[in-house]
C-alpha cells in the first residue's frame, strides 16, 4: 500500500513521524511524508520518500506572528492565536497538500495540524484517511482541552474541548473554503467536517502511550492511544568537545527548548546559566532554534543532539515540554524540570507533575533564575523524581505504535 504521512509543523512535529513511517515501511508498505523542505533529511534519512510542503518553519518560529502566539500563552488568547498562525498559510498549504496526495497514494495519515485542510483534501481526491495524531485533542470529560485552560470539571473540560473546535471554525474559514472549491467540493465548515468524521468513526490512533494518557471513558468508538511514534534515529557521533564535558564531571542537567523560540534569548541564557549555578550544577544546553548561547565554566551549549543519546546521560532535564521532548524524556527515565510556553506544552507539563516524575510545573512568563534553581535542586536531589522517571522507562521499553497504525490500513481500504 503506498502511504502518505502529512507532516505540519516544526521538527517535533514531524521527527515521531519519521519512526511511523520507517515501521509501516518494514511492514510491507511504501511511505511517504509531505513536509517542509528544512526536513528533507531528516525523512530520507528514516528510507523515506519526501514530498514538499511550503513554508520555512524556523523563519515562521521567529515571525512577529509567532511571537504573538507565544506571548499569548495558554488559555482562550493562546488557543486564538495558534489558529490564525495556522490560518495564515493554511490556502498555500492546502493546495501544496494536494498536489502531494494526488499522485502514487493509496492513503493518507493526518498529523493533528495537517488534518485542518488534509482532512478536506483526501476526501475531494477520493483517499481514505485516518488521523495520527501527537496529543489528546478530542474533547472529553477527563481533562480540559488542549489550550491551556486549568482543570473544568467533567462538564466543563467536554463542553470546553467542542468549543475549541467550534471557535476554530470561522477563523479557519476562508482558507477552508478555497481548498474545498479547489477539490470541486461543496461548502462546508471545519467544524461540520469534525461532525461528519465523529459520525462516520473516523478512525484516530493517537501516538501516545496509555500508561501517560490512558484512553478517556468518553471517548466515541475509533479514537485509540496506540502508543508513541519514536523518531527514527541512525547512529550518531558525538563531537570530542560534548565527550569531554561528559567525562569531566557528574552527570550534568540539560535545558531544551527545541523548536521554540522565546523573545530574548541573551536573557533566556543568562538566566539558564545563573540557575545551573546556584543549583551547583553542570549543565548541557541546546541551543535550539531560539539560539541560546551559554558561557560559563559549568556549562556547554550544543547544537542537534539526538535526546536517545543525551538523555540517558543527564541527572535532569529543563525543556519545554512538548508532547516528543515529554515522551523522549520518559523514554530515558530522567527527571524533569517543565516550563511550558504554549499550547499544549501546558498539558504535557502537567502529566509529568501528575506522574510525579516532574517536583513542578513553571511559567515562562516571568520565570526567574531562583525559581529555576529551585525547581532543578528538587528535580535532581529527591530521588522520587529519578525513581518513578525510571519505572516509566522500563514500561515504556518496547512500546511503539507503529505496528498498530499498520494493523488498522488494511481497514481503511
Do not use: C, K
Not at 170 to 185: F, M, Q, V
Not at 278 to 298: C, K
Amino acid at each position: 500500500m503506498r502511504v502518505l504521512i502529512m507532516a505540519v509543523g516544526t521538527t517535533g512535529d514531524v521527527a515521531p513521524y519519521t519512526g511511523l513511517g520507517a515501521g509501516l515501511r518494514r511492514a510491507g508498505h511504501e511511505v511517504a511524508i509531505a513536509a517542509a523542505e528544512p526536513f528533507a533529511a531528516m525523512v530520507a534519512a528514516a528510507g523515506l520518500e519526501h514530498r514538499v510542503l511550503p513554508g520555512d518553519p524556523r523563519a515562521a518560529q521567529r515571525s512577529e506572528a509567532n511571537q504573538r502566539w507565544q506571548r499569548g500563552g495558554r488559555g482562550v488568547r493562546g488557543g486564538v492565536e495558534m489558529t490564525r498562525l495556522l490560518a495564515r498559510h493554511l490556502r498555500e498549504l492546502g493546495d501544496a497538500m494536494i498536489a502531494a496526495a494526488a499522485r502514487d497514494t493509496d492513503v493518507v495519515l493526518l498529523s493533528g495540524p495537517a488534518y485542518l485542510g488534509g482532512a478536506d483534501v483526501a476526501e475531494g481526491l477520493g483517499l481514505p484517511s485516518a488521523g495520527v495524531f501527537a496529543a489528546p485533542a478530542h474533547p472529553t470529560r477527563e481533562f480540559p482541552p488542549l489550550i491551556g485552560l486549568p482543570d473544568l470539571g467533567p462538564t466543563g473540560n467536554r463542553l470546553a474541548g467542542g468549543a475549541v473546535f467550534a471557535g476554530m471554525s470561522p477563523i479557519l474559514a476562508p482558507a477552508i473554503r478555497h481548498i474545498r472549491s479547489t477539490l470541486g467540493l461543496p461548502p462546508r465548515s471545519f467544524r461540520r467536517t469534525v461532525q461528519a468524521h465523529d459520525r462516520a468513526r473516523w478512525p484516530v490512533r493517537y501516538g501516545v502511550s496509555p500508561l501517560v494518557v490512558p484512553r478517556p471513558r468518553d471517548w466515541r468508538p475509533g479514537l485509540e492511544m496506540a502508543g508513541y511514534f519514536w523518531p527514527h534515529h541512525g547512529a550518531w557521533t558525538p563531537p570530542p568537545t560534548l565527550r569531554a564535558f561528559l567525562d569531566a564531571g557528574p552527570p550534568p542537567v540539560a535545558v531544551s527548548f527545541g523548536s521554540m523560540a522565546p523573545r530574548d534569548p541573551d536573557r533566556w541564557s543568562a538566566l539558564i546559566a545563573d540557575a545551573l549555578r546556584q543549583a551547583g550544577r553542570r549543565g548541557i544546553v541546546q541551543a535550539g532554534w531560539a539560539g541560546f548561547d551559554v558561557s560559563a565554566e559549568h556549562v556547554v551549549t550544543v547544537g542537534e543532539v539526538p535526546h536517545t543519546w543525551l538523555l540517558p546521560r543527564v541527572a535532569a532535564l529543563v525543556h519545554h515540554s512538548g508532547a516528543g521532548t515529554t515522551a523522549a524524556a520518559l523514554r530515558a527515565g530522567v527527571p524533569t524540570v517543565p516550563v511550558p510556553i504554549a499550547a499544549d506544552q501546558h498539558f504535557w507539563a502537567a502529566r509529568q507533575v501528575a506522574l510525579g516524575v516532574a517536583p513542578a510545573r513553571l511559567t515562562s512568563r516571568g520565570l526567574t533564575a531562583d525559581a529555576l534553581a529551585a525547581a532543578i535542586r528538587a528535580a535532581v536531589g529527591e530521588p522520587g523524581h529519578r525513581d518513578r522517571a525510571g519505572r516509566f522507562a522500563a514500561r515504556l521499553e518496547g512500546e511503539d505504535g507503529a505496528p498498530e497504525v499498520a494493523r488498522l490500513l488494511p481497514e481503511l481500504v
